[in-house]
């Protein structure tokens, strides 16, 4: 009898287990996609023979909204699949000891108390530094703007798409942002 009970519960737990990885989406079924993060070095590289928009998460390991960010908004697939189709996607330790050579400048670890900054997290923030920030780039690797502050993925899918597809050239921020349709899959 015991045996038959687990039997059953087993099977009870599988199968919620397995409508739990059906979760949906705008009404969609979601695959299993994360977004491809990549570090600044690899970005360049990629963006020397496919130039494409730049999406930074300037972070830090001590950053409890980082941590969030990357636990709910980062990691909804549908979001994921939008930012790996349309961006390099980079993850930016804010605290980085790590030289960067970007520009024809070598940019650096710079201690300040305890912690300190890396003089590029200061630089594509345009020295705002609070953490998370999300940086947007252009095909060129020019700041195209740094969003401060925690955004949940509505909000961010809202953003990412206003610069993704260069609304931000044509449309004020308010218009798009009351006239904005979620992407589907």
Known sequence: MKKALFGLGS???LTVV???N???FHGNPLKKESINWITWEEMMEKSKTQPKKVVVDVYTDWCGWCKRMDATTFSDACLAKYINDTYYAVKFD????QDIVFKDKTYKFVKNG?????????EITRGQLSFPTVVF???KIDVIQSIPGYRDTKEFETIATYFGRNEHLKTPW???QKT???IQN
């Open 137 to 139: 780039l252009d095909e």
């Open 180 to 182: 904005y349709k979620p």
């Open 11 to 13: 099977l009870l737990l």
């Open 94 to 97: 804010a605290e980085q000891k």
């Open 114 to 122: 305890r912690r300190g900054y890396h003089e590029l997290a200061a």
């Open 22 to 24: 059906k979760t949906t």
């Open 174 to 176: 308010e218009t798009y």
């Open 18 to 20: 397995f409508a739990f």
